[in-house]
């Protein structure tokens, strides 16, 4: 290991910290794969695009919106009225 490395590793070792995660671009297919997660439920366009660009920078952030997404989606439940 260089010096800098061992040094990092110490510090990170004293205030507690997790190495930070490397942001990941999404490929052609992995955006085709996260359009294909948020169109399986009705979601607004702006949603999809939102989602598309973050994916443009951050695979995993854009994953992780889709999926809070849908799950916000999935809790708040209509109720229907049934007419006697």
Sequence with gaps: MTDTTMLDNR?????????????????????VILAEKLTQVAIPLEVLLQALNIAKYDKAAAFCYAEKYINNIKKSKWVILKAA
């Design 11 to 31: 510090i990170n070792k004293q205030i507690d910290f997790e190495p930070l995660e490397a942001t990941v671009a999404a490929t052609e297919e992995e955006s």
